[in-house]
């Protein structure tokens, strides 16, 4: 695998549910964000993790919590979200260093469903 | 507070002609800016950038131009070609947190064979 993989692709879940999102990166990167894309709309920053350390949460509702155990792997896990958490959930990896260089490098994403 | 706007949601191309994308922002302290190009059930993907200290960056068909008193950037297509047929994102990044960037909505761009 290279590049930056995520797990599922589609996810329908309900209201009450519990599920989590996975991010792989394979690029030997050492900062990993969230973002959420909805229809016509600025991707939107939620997290930022820096060497496996929180260093930015985008006044994200407390429904959504992430999780980066180590540099390689990011979570986002889900309880209880509402219809309007509807969107396409994007990962991204980077190299934290002094240029911006070639920005992200974005997975796939997963499309999410709140039913 | 939306930093970085596409204005223009969509855009429609004859094959071979040129394609000109735009972007605005507000910010001054962004120095550093890219395009990146998605296609449907894709993440987007990296296709060009220019920092604040250039006023144009070329590869290929793909031409940046960064219009900084008017806090304007432009994509350039030529000639532009059905498989350019993507969403076109600009994002912004600068001061301090170049790792950041500020994404724009997107500009959904056809291209007609």
């Known amino acids: 695998e290279t590049g930056v993989t995520q797990t599922p692709r589609h996810l329908v879940m309900g209201m009450t549910n519990k599920k989590s999102l996975k991010c792989e990166q394979h690029l030997g990167h050492n900062a990993m964000y969230w973002y959420k894309q909805s229809a016509k709309k600025p991707l939107e920053l939620m997290f930022v993790y820096s060497l496996e350390e929180r260093v930015e949460n985008n006044s994200v509702p407390s429904r959504f919590s992430p999780e980066c155990p180590n540099s390689s792997h990011l979570f986002l896990h889900l309880h209880t979200l509402q219809p309007e958490d509807s969107a396409l959930y994007l990962c991204a990896s980077s190299q934290s260093s002094g240029t911006p260089g070639d920005g992200y490098t974005f997975g796939s994403g997963t499309r999410l469903t709140v039913v | 507070d939306q930093q970085v706007k596409q204005n223009s949601p969509s855009l429609s191309v004859q094959e071979g002609r040129i394609s000109i994308l735009n972007c605005d922002y507000t910010n001054s302290m962004f120095d550093y800016f890219l395009w990146y190009k998605k296609y449907p059930a894709e993440g987007p993907t990296f296709l060009i950038s220019?920092?604040?200290?250039?006023d144009k960056n070329e590869d290929g068909r793909f031409t940046v131009f960064l219009n900084k008193s008017a806090k304007h950037l432009s994509l350039h297509i030529v000639p532009s070609q059905p498989g350019d047929s993507a969403v076109y994102f600009c994002a912004a990044s600068g001061g301090y947190n170049f790792n950041k960037f500020y994404f724009g909505s997107g500009t959904k761009l056809n291209v007609k064979p």
């Open positions: 220019i920092s604040s200290i250039k």
